[in-house]
């Protein structure tokens, strides 16, 4: 049994057990937290209808809060001698999927 969950403005594929990182969610390490289902599949039925998914609960908990690898940006400007470096480094957060609760 897997589900499509929606965290942090992208979907991502997860089962009991596994680990996922998404972006920064609220939340000490160790907290429960709820993800929306976009989409379950138990065995061989698909779930997508939205009035059977409001009753599946998609549970994690924080594993840990960490930051992504740096993005580099480089801006230059030719015969000018204009060069400025610049870098991101995007908020994550670990967590790990503790169940999924199909509402039958």
């Given at each position: 049994?897997?589900?499509?969950?929606?965290?942090?403005?992208?979907?991502?594929?997860?089962?009991?057990?596994?680990?996922?990182?998404?972006?920064?969610?609220?939340?000490?390490?160790?907290a429960a937290v709820e993800?929306?289902?976009?989409?379950v599949v138990d065995g061989?039925?698909?779930?997508?209808?939205?009035?059977?998914?409001?009753?599946?609960?998609?549970?994690?908990?924080?594993?840990?809060?960490?930051?992504?690898?740096?993005?580099?940006?480089?801006?230059?400007?030719?015969?000018?001698?204009?060069?400025?470096?610049?870098?991101?480094?995007?908020?994550?957060?670990?967590?790990?999927?503790?169940?999924?609760?199909?509402?039958?």
């Amino acid at each position: 049994m897997y589900a499509i969950v929606r965290a942090g403005g992208r979907q991502h594929k997860v089962a009991v057990g596994d680990v996922v990182q998404v972006d920064r969610i609220r939340g000490a390490a160790g907290a429960a937290v709820e993800l929306q289902a976009i989409l379950v599949v138990d065995g061989e039925a698909v779930t997508s209808d939205p009035w059977v998914l409001a009753g599946v609960k998609v549970t994690a908990e924080v594993v840990d809060h960490t930051k992504g690898k740096k993005i580099d940006i480089l801006k230059y400007k030719n015969k000018t001698g204009y060069r400025k470096r610049m870098g991101h480094r995007q908020q994550h957060t670990q967590l790990k999927i503790t169940g999924i609760n199909s509402g039958k």
